[in-house]
């Protein structure tokens, strides 16, 4: 029986929750996710554990904190005074924004707070410094 490899693509079917049992993405109703093992496209413990698994193999993991987003890092938190944000922009909590970072690279934020004063920025991933759950199904291996 094949099982998955190194540098094979792999389709799978997936649901991933929170300790708390919240589903945070999921590939039901949708097409399987594809994606090369090695190339990087996806958090290195996903990759792991796909990795020896066997076509119609289905499997629980953990992807620990680690193998993850990372943890949480406070100095991606960003407060910028209310008067710095473009007028044509409006602030809410929840909203994700993107910014110009280091290297003129896109810098993806998401509004954590809003005062008449100041405005305070994320840009840590919504899921870093969590331990992510995962149901994972190999659906196929090319």
């Known amino acids: 029986m094949t099982q998955a490899k190194n540098g094979d693509t792999v389709a799978i079917h997936y649901?991933?929750?929170l300790a708390d049992g919240t589903v945070f993405d999921s590939s039901e109703?949708?097409?399987p996710l594809?994606?090369?093992i090695g190339g990087g496209?996806?958090?290195?413990?996903f990759e792991e554990a796909v990795m020896g698994m066997a076509r119609?193999?289905?499997?629980?993991?953990t992807i620990p904190v680690d193998k993850a987003y990372g943890p949480r890092r406070e100095e991606l938190v960003i407060n910028i005074p209310r008067g710095q944000v473009p007028p044509e922009i409006s602030p809410e909590i929840?909203?994700?924004l993107q910014m110009q970072g280091p290297n003129n690279m896109?810098?993806?934020?998401?509004?954590?707070e809003v005062t008449d004063e100041h405005v305070v920025l994320d840009a840590n991933p919504p899921l870093a410094g969590k331990d992510l759950n995962?149901?994972?199904e190999l659906v196929d291996i090319s």
């Open 56 to 61: 119609s193999e289905k499997k629980n993991v």
């Open 94 to 96: 929840g909203q994700r």
């Open 106 to 112: 896109p810098l993806i934020v998401t509004v954590t």
């Open 29 to 31: 109703g949708r097409d």
């Open 134 to 136: 995962f149901a994972i």
């Open 15 to 17: 649901t991933g929750t």
């Open 34 to 36: 594809s994606f090369t």
């Open 41 to 45: 496209q996806v958090i290195p413990g």
